[in-house]
Every structure is written in C-alpha cells, then in structure tokens.
C-alpha cells in the first residue's frame, strides 16, 4: 500500500507539473502571437511611414523638374524671341535699302527723262521760249 500511495503521489505531482507546462506554454503562446502582432503593426507603420515619406519626396521631385522645365522654356523663349527681333531689324534694314534703292533708281530715270524732253515744262510763256532757245544753241 507503501507503493501505491507513493506512485498516486508521484501521479499528483507530475500531472500537477504538466498542468503548470500546459499553462506555461499557453502563457508563451499568447505572448509570442502578442508580439507577432506588435511587430506586424510597427511593420505597416514604419511602411506607411515610408509611402508618405516617398510621396513627399516624388511630389518635391515633380516641382523640382516643372520649375526646371518652366526656366528652360522661358529661356528657349526669350532665344527664340531675340531671334526672331534679330531677323526684324535685318528685314526692316534691307527693306529701307531696298527702298533707298528703289528711290535712286527713280530719281535716276526722272533726271533721264527730264534731259531727254529738255526739262521739266512750266506753264509760263517766257519760260518756255527761252528753254527752247537754250535748246536750238545746243
């Protein structure tokens, strides 16, 4: 009877340390999925933290190269326009040419045809006679 009572205490205790294992690791489960939890939450944080931080940075790229793309189109403006101001002044300068030309080559032709007719006529009698005059001693 020694032994049986020996071996159902022996029972009890280790029957009561496998219900404190049991316990135990139920207690560690529960705090290992606590943490799986915690370190998946500070996961998406840090995540989401990064995707603001990346679109913050992509928006100050997209200003970066507007402003960068607005200054080379006002300077290919401003060449294209000093060209063009460029070619208005040659333009206007050969048309003042062409006009000085144009000018000298009718007053060139009027001083030929006033030779030929013996001069520009005027309407007064006296006048007339006298060039004709000049014209017969000629």
């Known amino acids: 009877m020694a ?28 705090q290992l999925r606590t943490a799986l939890k915690k ?6 944080t840090y995540k989401t933290k990064l995707a603001s931080k990346m ?7 997209a200003d970066a190269q507007a402003a960068g793309y607005a200054k080379v189109a006002a300077d290919v403006e401003r060449h ?21 030309r144009y000018v000298a ?13 013996g001069g520009i006529k005027k309407t007064s009698k006296r006048v007339s006679k006298r060039s004709r005059k000049t014209r017969a001693r000629r």
Do not use: D, P, W
């Open 105 to 117: 080559k009718l007053n060139k032709n009027l001083s030929k045809k006033t030779k030929k007719t």
């Open 39 to 44: 370190i998946n939450k500070l996961g998406r």
């Open 80 to 100: 294209l326009l000093k060209g063009a101001e460029k070619k208005a002044k040659a333009l206007a300068a050969v048309a003042v040419k062409l006009e000085k």
């Open 3 to 30: 032994v049986k009572k020996n071996h159902t205490k022996v029972l009890k205790n280790l029957k009561k340390q496998v219900r404190l294992l049991e316990r135990k690791a139920e207690k560690s489960r529960h």
């Open 55 to 61: 679109r913050s940075m992509q928006a100050k790229l």
